[in-house]
């Protein structure tokens, strides 16, 4: 499923948001080969580093049947700030990455990620309150 508009690539040259419009063709005309290589040229032009990009590369090489290409656009996807687990383990363009063991290993890796930055994100909110708390007292001990 093509995830990457072309809004993703505004603040790009012109040149790479052509190539990821020619790219975006290239995979709506099912020519997925010629698709992935043209997001492997955008990234590599401006060394883009957009998590949907790689994730549609991803797609791209899955559907053309170059797996290793595919699990390396998978891997820097995550890289950059990939976080559609419901779409990626659904997505109909990687059922053909799903019967190998490199998807489990895939997966897992994702999941663990997501958890990883929940939890971190939950070790910091008791830190924000309190500064917030305390912020608020000083300022009513400043006032009176």
Known sequence: MFVL???????????????GEKGRECYNN???????VIFEKAIAMENLKIGDLFYNTA??????????????NLDSCLKY?????????NDPDLVSLHADVEWTNFI???RQKL????????????????GM????L???FCIT
């Open 108 to 110: 897992n890796k994702f």
């Open 115 to 130: 958890d990883n930055e929940k939890n971190e994100k939950l070790k910091q909110t008791p830190t924000y309150f309190w």
């Open 81 to 89: 700030d990939w976080h559609d687990f419901g779409l990626t383990e």
């Open 59 to 72: 797609c791209s090489w899955a559907l053309a049947g170059d797996k290793a290409n595919a699990y390396r």
């Open 133 to 136: 708390y305390l912020g608020i």
């Open 30 to 36: 099912k020519q997925y080969r010629l698709s992935a």
């Open 138 to 140: 000083l300022v009513f």
């Open 5 to 19: 508009g072309t809004n993703v690539l505004f603040s790009q040259s012109e040149e790479v948001m052509a190539l």
